[in-house]
């Protein structure tokens, strides 16, 4: 298979794993309603603590990161780290942009945590993670830790030996993203209103 249609295929199932969306699911399954019609109206797993179910959340952060972290690596296995990038990046759209949604869904922090621990867990473990707890236990705000994460993973990445154009190149286009998902939670920043983690306020924001 030539390597244009073994991308055209990481591709197309990176999107279709990446749709699954697990936070509407499992909180509809729990009786609590539409987690769209809940906070910031996003399907991700700081939307879905807002029901009070933290078993919940946790459930959608490790599956929302497994759907994109396992589809990355069964791609990694088959056709190399490229091919891998590809699935995992399109999962994260999926994700973002859900066909069955309207393309209307998450905001991609924890597909691309589950890519980058699948994909390249060195980066993922010694700049992503660091990076985001580090600002988190300093601000208690989620959107910022995620965005300074973002900021902080291409550059680290190439810093500790990545080469590959498409794995550097990726991982930049991933963040151009999450800052783009992210854009009423830096207006909110900007404007020094976005919520702390453990605040009484319950604005939207975060993934």
Known sequence: MPEWAIYAVAAVAGYLAGSIPFGLVLVKAAGLGDIREIGSKSIGATN?????????ALATLLLDSLKAGLVALAFTLIAGREAGMVAGAAAFLGHCYPLWLKFKGGKGV??????LLFITPLHGLVVGAPVWLGMFALTRISS???????????PGAYLLGERSPVILGGLAALS????????????????????????????????
């Open 144 to 154: 910022l830790s995620a965005l300074t994460a973002a900021v902080a993973v291409p």
């Open 110 to 115: 924890a597909t691309y945590a589950g890519l």
């Open 48 to 56: 879905v603590l807002r029901t009070g179910r933290k078993d919940l």
């Open 176 to 207: 151009v993203l999450v800052f783009w998902t992210h854009r009423a939670n830096i207006g909110r920043l900007l404007a020094g209103t976005e919520p702390r983690f453990g605040a009484k306020k319950k604005d939207a924001a975060g993934e």
